[in-house]
C-alpha cells in the first residue's frame, strides 16, 4: 500500500462498485502525478475523481495559468 494518507484507493470509496468494479461517477483516479496530467490532458480535469491529491493543482494550473500560488510553510524556531 501507498503511505500517502491523502490518496483514497477507490475500493475504500463509497462512490466505487465493487461488483462492477468501475466508479459510479466515471471518474479516474491515477495514483502517479505523471498519470493524473496525461489524464487531465486528454480528458480534462473533470474525469478526476475528487480524491485525487494532484486535482486542485492541475485545475488551477488550467484555469489560472498566469498565476502564481505560494506554498504556505510554518517557520519552525
Not at 496530467?37 to 494550473?61: D, F, K, W, Y
Amino acid at each position: 500500500m501507498r503511505d500517502d494518507p491523502s490518496f483514497r484507493p477507490c475500493w475504500r470509496c463509497r462512490r466505487y462498485d465493487r461488483a462492477l468494479r468501475v466508479c459510479r461517477d466515471g471518474k479516474a483516479n491515477p495514483r502517479r502525478k505523471i498519470d493524473a496530467i496525461a489524464l487531465v490532458e486528454l480528458l480534462g480535469v473533470r474525469a478526476l475523481c475528487i480524491h485525487n491529491p494532484h486535482r486542485e493543482t492541475l485545475a488551477r494550473r488550467i484555469f489560472m495559468p498566469n498565476t502564481e500560488f505560494q506554498c504556505k510553510t510554518s517557520k519552525s524556531s
